[in-house]
């Protein structure tokens, strides 16, 4: 079973920064992808970044570009996220996911384009 453990949130005040870490842990797999999403209280759970291996592209929400940066390393099943400039809106659960297979993907905006996620990390931005 493939286990996706993230780590780093916490709680910073508005302009502040925070770097979320994710790593997969158990069976030996390789991804073909690995992102993040977030989900605020009373929200859907909504798309942050993502980065697609070989040749490494990533792809970001409209609302954190310029302020968050993915980052990881394939070889290692290892993912960061950069978050600088965070405000309130920001305040989430954040998911680390992962895409175990290599079949066509239409989207990597969409959760379903995941098959693997991790238990979350809170992130809280006080104003």
């Known amino acids: 079973q493939v286990q996706l453990v993230e780590s780093g949130g916490g709680l910073v005040q508005a302009g502040g920064s925070l770097r979320l870490s994710c790593e997969i842990s158990?069976?030996?797999?390789?991804?073909?992808?690995m992102g993040w999403f977030r989900q605020a209280p009373g929200k859907e759970r909504e798309f942050v970044a993502a980065i697609v291996w070989s040749p490494d592209h990533t792809y970001s929400a409209d609302d954190v570009k310029g302020r968050f940066t993915i980052s990881g390393d394939s070889a290692k099943n290892t993912v960061y996220l950069q978050m600088n400039s965070l405000q309130p809106e920001d305040t989430a659960v954040y998911y680390c996911a992962a895409r175990t297979t290599f079949r066509f993907v239409r989207s990597w905006y969409v959760a379903s384009s995941y098959d693997s996620w991790g238990q979350g990390t809170q992130v809280t931005v006080s104003s």
């Open positions: 158990g069976r030996a797999v390789s991804t073909s992808a």
